[in-house]
């Protein structure tokens, strides 16, 4: 089935005002400034940006929409916003800051209804599912997670996702809690187990550490998109080397004008 | 250097922020008109909009701006239209039934297919980067003058603007193979339904662009 072009996501996880990076979503440290590190994908070619609150369910707050105004004040794509996110009043918040999607989990797993709420109010493209999917001990099944990967749902991954892509949910932000931080590769079965049961895009986050792992994503997960973190903020790959791996490989990825600055 | 400032009709379609931004990125000073009186000296006027083509044109009619838009495209103002914004220069929409628009750009908007050439389900809204193709109209003395063809732009929709006189295409971009039309020029109006201000360098090339021609005022 020929496929829209996959596209190349920074992963931002914030834990107000810095840019960190965890271990299985946890451990973490400080990488940087999260606007700079925004500006500087942006500038190397970037298709995406998503920023994610780390901490915010925790301790019940959200403070990623000033994060969000500066960087949309120079960083012209889309811009995906999630983490604490409990209402539709949230949701406002972030898009009138410049959000252009809005992902959400804790908020999905304990109020279904709010997946709904968001795609009528600004459709299913802007309403992104995150879901933390950790693998069930032996089992080709995983169990979707909450709070960073601290707490469990009982929900499986695959049942979960399609409930709530019938309820609107336009894309899902799959983390694999077992591989993320790991740089040891994307989780490709839990990938395969999801692209084959839903058709709307589906990111695979976690574990991405060198090209052959996001081509394996591509080509065997059947991702619509690599959602990358920690290659990018250690300056591991460059984004225009992933970008021309994919290409010699024969990914479709997207073309941005080299000639004009950003 | 100062540039031309650009009138952005406000017409209380959701969030303009971003097109501002990406204005004042290229050097434009931005003017927010939310009532056709603020409407004074206008060089260049944009016209966003998102969400359903009904509920846009409601928003532009509520507010007075129907008339005003048809004055300024008469006096030969350059007009861009984003999105739905540019859909609603087209004479009508088949969304929820038909809706007439401001019949600047002879036209109708219509529903992108559900099946792409190959038989297979082409998913809607078509959303993501797409490769800008040239059709009729030419680039050149056009905002995108200094793009290269097969660059890609971002979209959000599920509609496109089909001109009747094909000539008033600039620009395509195939989705999965299936031809989605993306720039339109009727004189000094121009629509695109991706979204410059979410197209990084590209969409700012194109914004440039718009402004060198209110700059030089030919074309």
Redo the contacts between chains.
Sequence with gaps: ?????V?LIARLDIKAPNLIKGVNLEGVRVVGDPNVQARKY?AG?I?EIIYIDAVATLYARNSLSDLV?TT???V???MTVGGGLRSIQDVDTM????A?KVSINTAAIRRPEIITEVARRY???AMVLSVEAKRLRGQDKWEAYVDNGREKTGRDVVEWITEAVQRGA??ILLTSVDHEGMARGLDIPLCQAVTSVV???VILSGGMGALEHALAAIEQGNADAIAMAHVLHYNKLTIAAIRTYLIEHGIEV????????? | MSRPAVHICDYGSGNILSVERALEKVGAEVIRCTSPEQLTDVRALLIPGVGAFADCMRGVRERGFEAPIHQLVEQGKWVLGICVGMQILATRSEEFGITNGLGIVPGTVTQLPDTAPDGSRLKRPHVGWSELRRRSQPWEGSPLEKIDEGTAAYFVHSFHLVPDDPQDLLADASYVGTPVNAAVRKGRVFGVQFHPEKSGRTGLAFLDGFLRLVETDRG
Excluded: L, N, W
Excluded at chain 1, 1 to 5: A, Y
Excluded at chain 1, 95 to 98: D, E, I, L, Q, V
Excluded at chain 1, 254 to 262: K, S
């Design positions: 089935m020929p496929k829209h072009k596209r942006y070619g298709d105004r949309a004040s120079d012209f794509i889309p898009m009138r800051s410049g252009d459709g299913s493209q336009g894309e058709d709307v895009p997207c073309r941005h004008d080299e000639g004009v600055p950003a």
